[in-house]
């Protein structure tokens, strides 16, 4: 992953694989992704339903969509939200902290890389 260059990579931008409805297509594939130094190196893969960030440290982040409570969980340390689609503003939205699914991925991944990302 890039810093604050915006990203190019689909398997990055996880909520462009959504319908028009807001649900999340299906899609299976693996990337490798750079951040810039072997320090801050990731994986992104994204199998069925499952997007997982793995980094250099070991920790992982994991974006789920979870379509029988037709929601997208996220689980970034020891967070975890819930999104659901929120139709009149086309977003994914935490209800418990009225978060944004891609600010609260930008914003976590880019604490966890130490820069600033933009999704």
């Known amino acids: 992953m890039t810093g604050s260059a915006r990203s190019r990579n ?3 931008s996880w ?7 807001g649900r999340p ?15 801050r190196s990731s994986n992104v893969q994204l ?14 982040f994991v974006i789920n969509a979870h379509s029988a409570a ?7 340390g020891t967070t975890a939200w819930h999104f659901d689609f929120v139709p009149e ?13 891609m600010a609260t991925v930008a914003r976590v991944v880019g604490a ?3 820069t600033e990302v933009s999704l």
């Open 10 to 12: 689909p398997h990055e």
């Open 15 to 21: 909520s462009r694989r959504t319908s028009s409805s």
């Open 25 to 39: 297509r299906r899609s299976s594939t693996s990337t490798p992704a750079s951040a810039g130094s072997s320090s």
């Open 47 to 60: 199998a069925g339903d499952v997007l997982t960030l793995s980094f250099k440290d070991g920790a992982r």
């Open 70 to 76: 037709g929601q997208i969980w996220m689980a970034a």
């Open 89 to 101: 503003q086309g977003q994914w939205i935490a209800r418990k902290s009225d978060e944004e699914l």
């Open 112 to 114: 966890k890389l130490g």
